[in-house]
């Protein structure tokens, strides 16, 4: 599964970067949510390998639709996670596959084109960036941190998200709205962000993105310390060690898990 996870993201890659620069086909599928050509073609990619290697399991596509979350062995996929930089031709998006069972993700890809970048995961085995081991950073000082954040489409998330980035700014080195969840949570596993949250996800853009923090060392839970699981919309996502100084800053702490 994980090497056709991994083929899978890489052969979409491929597809989205050929047409990065031409004249894309932009739809509006919804409020401040747009779809490009890219993506169906990206996504037909995926799906085809899938089906073919795995013809039982079920599948959740960001485009295509399909399975429940508590589906047997769920093939989760964000063919664009960063649609909108696509379409502008910002160089920040990717692929993201994760694979659940029971719910849980035991397996997580996510494939950046522009730079051809692999981070893949493997519930209980680790992370690895092409290769390499990763491990979420080590820094413990809010200071000194870089945290990513999104924006989201619906206004009163918006709302919420900017007032929450006016608690953590003044307390950290300096704050980052890549415009890619999946590979802003990449980037946290990497040690290469500090922190990221969001308010407003799917479970395609963290599926596979939870699972490399876990095994990169890293820890995600809710916005209020919580629990997280890929079907909640709020993520707070740290290397660990900054979690509680940034559940203070942000002043939402209900509970340390
Ligand atoms: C979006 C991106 C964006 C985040 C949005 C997502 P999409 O995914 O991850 O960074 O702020 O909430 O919907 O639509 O480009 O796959
Ligand atoms: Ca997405
Ligand atoms: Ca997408």
Redesign the pocket.
């Known amino acids: 599964m994980l090497q056709t996870a991994i083929e899978a993201a890489q052969r979409a890659g491929q597809v989205i970067a050929a047409r990065y620069l031409d004249p894309h086909h932009v739809t509006v599928k919804g409020y401040r ?1 747009i779809v490009t050509e890219a993506d169906a073609a990206a996504e037909t990619v995926i799906l085809n390998l899938i089906r073919e290697r795995f013809p039982q399991h079920a599948i959740l596509s ?1 485009e295509a639709g399909g399975d429940e979350l508590d589906a047997d062995c769920l093939w989760v996929v ?1 063919p ?5 930089n696509y379409a502008h031709r910002i160089p920040i ?1 990717c692929v993201s596959i994760a694979v659940l069972q029971a719910g849980q993700p035991v397996l997580g890809v996510i494939h950046d084109p522009m730079r051809d970048q692999t981070f893949v995961a493997e519930r209980g085995r680790g992370a690895w960036r092409d290769g390499a081991p990763i491990h979420a950073s080590r820094v413990e000082t809010l200071a000194h941190t870089v945290v990513g954040v ?4 619906k206004d009163e998330v918006r709302a919420q998200i900017l007032d929450y980035v006016q608690r953590v700014a003044p307390h950290c080195g300096t704050v980052r709205a ?5 590979l ?1 949570l990449a980037y946290v596993a990497a040690g290469w962000l500090d922190a990221y949250f ?1 308010l ?3 479970p ?2 963290v599926a596979a993105a939870m699972l490399l923090i876990a095994e990169a060392g890293g820890r995600c839970t809710t916005i209020q310390g919580e629990p997280f699981h890929v079907n909640l919309p709020g993520c707070l996502a740290t290397n660990g060690l900054l979690h509680q100084d940034l559940l203070t800053a942000l002043g939402t702490a209900k509970a340390a898990d």
């Open positions: 949510d960001e964000d664009i996670d960063g649609t909108t998006f999104d924006w989201g489409h890549l415009g890619s969840a999946a802003a969001h407003g996800l799917k395609w853009d």
